[in-house]
């Protein structure tokens, strides 16, 4: 036994060096374990671990042997509890409860387009009328028939007609959970207008300063180069997706080249990059001073600079700040002469995102971009390591944007198929065609007419830029309209993404003699993907569709209406048919008797049931019946319904037993 204690002592001991990773592991651990619970914690739970991590810090620093490593680790993992606690309760903000109909009165914060490409606004500094007490703090509308969008300019104020309605839950039990999303975007209601949104009063000097400047800033690059490549620069250089048709955003999706559009790592990577190549070889034709000034870490600081300054203009959203947080920490390494590209710098970013937004841990966003800047850092040290042969400079530079692609790919291809439910086949052909245009040809030129606005000559970059984004949408269309482009794969089961995360990542950064491990939850990760089984029935939150899996796949109750619910579904099935065909499957002959009732005059037509069936009604459904029944009184409190078969008879969950009391459900964010 003290051999054996010895020995697993020596392996942790092995990690010292390398032990940041796993500090942002533990603390992604302690995050996901807040979000994972099925009741709010208490405060005083929450104030009780950050201080116990804090005291566990301290006394790990005199712990001696391994047991510093392991009492740090659980200190972090305590740390991520309390800090995605602390968070969640510090964006806390009044949620709308019930339905509204009425005037609306808020502060333009944000303008942009909805999945179904409606543009809708962000507005704040809510009033409602009859006034609701207390008012959400953020509400988002999206507009419908015809408006005025050129004048929706950020910082106005303005008064409209909305149906609105509180954040819902998911789509279906475990799936994306809408309400939380909401909640840390202290959105307290969501809707619609098919009247005139009208100004109230123009925007005070200061208000929403750089918001307005990027609205301006996208107005002018569009008007400079119309048609779809002004609204793909305008895109990647404030953020703004407006212009962007939903045919070309299908397009980049299917060839996965939708990350082109996302002002993330690579826009940011490519402009500070080019600063800091541009800055250096400037100083250094200038002997006076290249010979004297410490040319590279000037240079990383103009970087730093300019990517500060992209962040602002851009919106600052999550990806981008994870972007410019990995390009600023790795900036200051190279001005404080250490390795610039290493685990340590990734896994610091991460960290320090963890700490002020705990909740990106669970979006697509975060796990895409730090799987392939975490994969894309690995695989290319141990090139570095393995000592690769010098290639000529042009092939060199092919082979290293092919690397690149199928290591960030197959890193991301996961998050993807699992957040998406597809996966790009082709997706490597467009990015080794696209990319290289991106960043030699686009970023440059973007650069270019940001150097020459000042003198009215913009429209020469914006020229250059046009003929690359034109190339690159050219791709993306060539490749996005083949059939076999995307392939749709079926929704994994909760545990999959953390089972297979761990084991990639224990395959990264463990050293020493159990790094193979890893292989273990990496492979059970993928049998359990392999093995899901989808729900036999699905009945919305609100009523309004019900679905059946048969032999042939989904069927569902409508052939129209419930569009957004259906899809998720049947994207979720991994299943590639539209709602119309889905339609034409029901009823089937092995299905259990479904009756779906939808509106007040059929349910006063309703005759009853029998036992052993299941009604589903958007409607109060009165009365004693010997069948299941999901009416709405039922549906409002419990969300969206999955039923497994169980023999022949089936079980069901509810969106509301798997979510549990939070305090983004309306029952606890009310007291």
């Known amino acids: 036994m003290g051999a054996m204690a010895r020995w697993l002592d020596s392996q942790l001991q092995a990690q010292r060096g390398h032990l940041v990773g796993w500090a942002a592991i533990l603390m992604g651990a302690g995050i996901g374990t807040y979000f994972s619970l099925r009741s709010e914690p208490p405060i005083w739970m929450l104030s009780l671990s950050g201080l116990g991590a804090i005291i566990g810090l301290l006394i790990a620093r005199w712990l001696p042997g391994s047991g510093s490593i392991l009492l740090s680790g659980i200190a972090i993992m305590t740390l991520g509890f309390g800090l995605a606690g602390t968070r969640a309760h510090w964006v806390a903000g009044p949620v709308l409860q019930g339905h509204y109909y009425g005037p609306v009165q808020g502060r333009i914060r944000i303008v942009d387009r909805s999945a179904s490409d409606a543009?809708?606004?962000?507005?704040?500094?809510?009033?409602?009328?009859?006034?609701?007490?207390?008012?959400?703090?953020?509400?988002?509308?999206?507009?419908?028939?015809?408006?005025?969008?050129?004048a929706l300019t950020p910082g106005k104020t303005v008064i409209l007609n909305a149906f609105l309605s509180p954040p819902r839950g998911a789509a279906e039990p475990g799936g994306f959970d809408f309400r939380r999303h909401a909640?840390?975007?202290?959105?307290?209601?969501?809707?619609?207008?098919?009247?005139?949104?009208?100004?109230?009063?123009?925007?005070?000097?200061?208000?929403?300063?750089?918001?307005?400047?990027?609205?301006?800033?996208?107005?002018?690059?569009?008007?400079r180069l119309p048609g779809p490549q002004g609204a793909f620069a305008a895109a990647i250089l404030t953020g703004d997706r407006m212009g962007v048709s939903q045919d070309t955003m299908e397009a980049l999706r299917r060839s996965n080249l939708a990350h082109l559009l996302a002002i993330s790592g690579l826009h940011i990577g490519l402009l500070s990059g080019l600063v800091f190549g541009a800055l250096r070889l400037a100083l250094v034709l200038m002997p006076r001073y290249g010979q004297r000034w410490p040319v590279k870490e000037i240079a990383a600081g103009g970087a730093l600079l300019a990517a500060a300054a992209y962040l602002l203009l851009s919106g600052q959203r999550v990806a981008t700040?994870?972007?410019?947080?990995?390009?600023?920490?790795?900036?200051?390494?190279?001005?404080?002469?250490?390795?610039?590209?290493?685990?340590?710098?990734?896994?610091?970013?991460?960290?320090?995102?963890?700490?002020?937004?705990?909740?990106?841990?669970?979006?697509?966003?975060?796990?895409?971009?730090?799987?392939?800047?975490?994969?894309?850092?690995?695989?290319?040290?141990?090139?570095r390591d393995a000592g690769r042969p010098r290639l000529p400079r042009p092939l060199g530079a092919v082979l290293t944007v092919v690397i690149s692609s199928f290591v960030a790919g197959s890193a991301t291809a996961p998050f993807a198929m699992a957040h998406f439910n597809q996966f790009a086949q082709m997706g490597l052909i467009a990015n080794v065609a696209a990319v290289p245009v991106m960043g030699t040809v686009v970023m440059p030129?973007?650069?270019?007419?940001?150097?020459?606005?000042?003198?009215?000559?913009?429209?020469?970059?914006?020229?250059?830029?046009?003929?690359?984004?034109?190339?690159?949408?050219?791709?993306?269309?060539?490749?996005?309209?083949?059939?076999?482009a995307v392939r749709p794969v079926m929704m994994p089961p909760a545990i999959v993404l953390p089972l297979m995360t761990l084991g990639a990542l224990w395959l990264v950064l463990w050293r020493g003699a159990l790094r193979g491990l890893g292989a273990v939850p990496l492979v059970l990760s993928i049998w359990m993907w392999g093995q899901a089984q989808r729900p036999d029935i699905l009945i919305s939150q609100d009523g309004a569709l019900v679905g059946v899996m048969t032999p042939q796949g989904r069927s569902l109750s409508r052939d129209k209406g419930a569009g957004f619910v259906a899809g998720i579904w049947l994207?979720?099935?991994?299943?590639?048919?539209?709602?119309?065909?889905?339609?034409?499957?029901?009823?089937?002959a092995d299905q259990p008797k479904i009756h779906h009732i939808r509106g007040k005059r059929a349910v006063q037509a309703f005759?009853?049931?029998?036992?052993?069936?299941?009604?589903?009604?958007?409607?109060?459904?009165?009365?004693?019946?010997?069948?299941?029944?999901?009416?709405?009184?039922h549906l409002s409190d419990s969300g969206a319904i999955a039923g497994y078969r169980q023999g022949a008879a089936y079980s069901f969950e509810s969106d509301s037993m798997l979510t549990g009391h939070r305090l983004w459900r309306p029952d606890v964010a009310d007291q």
């Open 321 to 383: 700040e994870r972007a410019f947080i990995m390009t600023g920490t790795i900036l200051i390494a190279v001005m404080l002469n250490r390795r610039a590209l290493s685990l340590r710098a990734v896994a610091l970013a991460a960290l320090v995102i963890l700490s002020l937004r705990p909740e990106t841990l669970t979006g697509p966003g975060f796990q895409m971009s730090f799987a392939a800047t975490t994969a894309l850092v690995a695989a290319f040290g141990w090139l």
């Open 571 to 588: 994207a979720n099935d991994g299943e590639s048919a539209d709602q119309p065909t889905a339609a034409a499957k029901w009823p089937t």
């Open 607 to 633: 005759e009853g049931c029998s036992n052993g069936d299941i009604v589903v009604s958007n409607q109060p459904l009165p009365g004693d019946w010997p069948c299941t029944v999901f009416d709405s009184l």
């Open 445 to 484: 030129a973007a650069i270019l007419a940001a150097v020459l606005a000042p003198f009215g000559a913009e429209q020469i970059g914006l020229m250059i830029m046009g003929q690359g984004i034109e190339w690159i949408l050219t791709v993306a269309h060539w490749i996005g309209d083949r059939p076999q």
């Open 119 to 150: 543009v809708r606004i962000t507005l704040d500094q809510i009033q409602l009328t009859p006034r609701r007490a207390p008012s959400p703090t953020r509400l988002r509308v999206s507009l419908h028939g015809t408006q005025g969008f050129t």
């Open 183 to 223: 909640w840390f975007q202290r959105l307290g209601a969501v809707g619609y207008t098919r009247s005139p949104v009208l100004a109230w009063s123009p925007p005070s000097e200061n208000a929403l300063l750089i918001a307005r400047l990027r609205h301006d800033m996208s107005q002018a690059i569009r008007n």
